[in-house]
C-alpha cells in the first residue's frame, strides 16, 4: 500500500530534476526529423569561452542519477550536456538500428543541432561505447575521451569463453535490464563490491515501475547489438588524448576488458584502476571517479609521466569514498 502512495524512486527523480535546473541546466528535446526524439539537459547560459563537456549514460536509472554527484563539478569550467541516449528516459527513435554506431551518430546530430561541434566526453559502460564510436567516426570534433568501465574491446567469442559472469546472452539482459526485486538485488550485486542490503522488495519494484519498464524489447536489441559479430581486428583505434577508469572488481565488464582497451587505443591512454570497487565505480567511489576526471580534463598537468613519451597506470587504494 505505502508503494502506492509514495514512490521513493519518483521523488529522487524529481530531487534531480531540480538540482540539475539548480546547476544551471535545462531540459530540452529536439526532434532528429526521422523518427528520431532525443532528449537532452543542456545549459540555460552558454558561453562560448567555455569548453564543452559531453556526459553519456550506461543501463540502469537515467542520466541524472549517473551524473547527479558529479554535476556541480563541471558546469562551472564547461558548457555541459547530458542526453538521454536512445530508448532511454525521454529518446527514442522508430527507426531499426540499434548498434551504439547510430546512437553514436543521432547524439552528434543532437550537439550539432544545438551548435556543438568540438566537446570532450565522459562515457559510463554502455554510454563508453557510444563515446567510443563518437570518438573514432568524428575525430575532428571530440577533444578528450573519458571511458569508464567500457567493454568496447569484448569479442563475441568471450561469452563462450567464459570470460563473464553469466553464461549466456539472454541472462545478461535479464539482470541489466531487471524486471523483478531478485533480478535488480542480482544486479546490484554485480554492480557494487559492498551492494546495499535489506532493501525493502517494494523499494526495488518502484525502481523497476520508474526506471525499467519502458523500452525493454530495444533496449535488449541494444545488449544484442554490443555482442553480435564484435571483434577486436576489427575495432577502429581512436586517437585522441584517452582517460580509462575501471573498477578493480568490476563484475560485469571485466579488468581484463580494461587492460585490452588501454593496448589497443595505446599511448594516447591512461588507465587508472580504482581497488574496492565494482562495476558501479562512478557511484562507489564518487571522490575517486571525480578527482581523476578533473585531474584528466580540467587541470592542465593530468597523470604525470616518470618517462617522457610514456603513459603508466595509476592504481588508486583508499577505503573511503
Same mark, same amino acid.
Given at each position: ?47 562560448? *569561452? ?39 528516459? /525521454? ?9 551504439? *554506431? ?7 546530430? =543532437? ?44 569479442? /563475441? ?11 549466456? =546472452?539472454?541472462?545478461?539482459?535479464? &539482470? ?14 554485480? *554492480? ?39 571483434? =577486436? ?21 571485466? =579488468? /581484463?576488458?580494461?587492460?585490452?582497451? +588501454? ?10 584502476? &580504482? ?15 571525480? +578527482? ?5 580534463? &580540467? ?18 587504494? +583508499?577505503?573511503?569514498?
Amino acid at each position: 500500500m505505502m508503494s502506492k502512495i509514495f514512490s521513493f524512486t519518483a521523488s529522487r527523480d524529481w530531487f534531480y530534476r531540480y538540482s540539475f535546473a539548480k546547476a544551471g541546466l535545462r531540459a530540452q528535446s529536439a526532434n532528429l526529423g526521422d523518427g528520431t526524439i532525443m532528449h537532452c539537459w543542456v545549459p540555460k547560459i552558454i558561453k562560448s *569561452s567555455k569548453p564543452n563537456l559531453l556526459l553519456l549514460h550506461g543501463f540502469g536509472a537515467n542520466a541524472m542519477w549517473q551524473y547527479g554527484q558529479h554535476l556541480h563539478i563541471f558546469t562551472s569550467r564547461f558548457n555541459v550536456y547530458v542526453p538521454d541516449l536512445l530508448f532511454f528516459g /525521454e529518446s527514442y527513435t522508430s527507426r531499426p538500428e540499434r548498434t551504439e *554506431s547510430f546512437q553514436a551518430q543521432c547524439v552528434m546530430r =543532437l550537439m550539432e543541432a544545438h551548435g556543438v561541434h568540438r566537446m570532450n566526453l565522459v562515457g559510463i559502460s554502455y554510454g563508453g561505447f557510444v563515446g567510443y564510436s563518437m570518438a573514432s567516426q568524428f575525430q575532428e570534433n571530440i577533444e578528450k575521451v573519458v571511458l569508464c568501465c567500457a567493454g568496447v574491446c569484448l569479442e /563475441e567469442k568471450d561469452m563462450e569463453n567464459g570470460l563473464f559472469a553469466v553464461p549466456n =546472452l539472454d541472462e545478461a539482459a535479464s &539482470i541489466l535490464l531487471p524486471q523483478t526485486a531478485e533480478k535488480l538485488r542480482e544486479l546490484m550485486r554485480f *554492480s557494487f563490491v559492498k551492494p546495499a542490503t535489506g532493501i525493502p522488495s517494494f523499494f526495488l519494484r518502484d525502481f523497476i515501475d520508474v526506471m525499467c519498464k519502458d523500452y525493454v524489447k530495444e533496449k535488449r536489441e541494444l545488449i544484442q547489438a554490443i555482442l553480435h559479430d564484435r571483434n =577486436l581486428s576489427v575495432l577502429p583505434k581512436i586517437t585522441q588524448p584517452a582517460l580509462i577508469i575501471w573498477g578493480e572488481k568490476d563484475q560485469i565488464f571485466p =579488468l /581484463e576488458l580494461g587492460h585490452r582497451l +588501454k593496448r589497443h587505443v595505446g599511448e594516447s591512454s591512461q588507465l587508472v584502476i &580504482i581497488k574496492n570497487a565494482g562495476h558501479a565505480v562512478n557511484l562507489e567511489k564518487a571522490k575517486e571517479f571525480a +578527482k581523476y576526471l578533473k585531474s584528466f580534463l &580540467i587541470d592542465s598537468a593530468a597523470f604525470p609521466s616518470p618517462y617522457p613519451g610514456s603513459l603508466t597506470d595509476f592504481i588508486h587504494d +583508499k577505503n573511503d569514498g
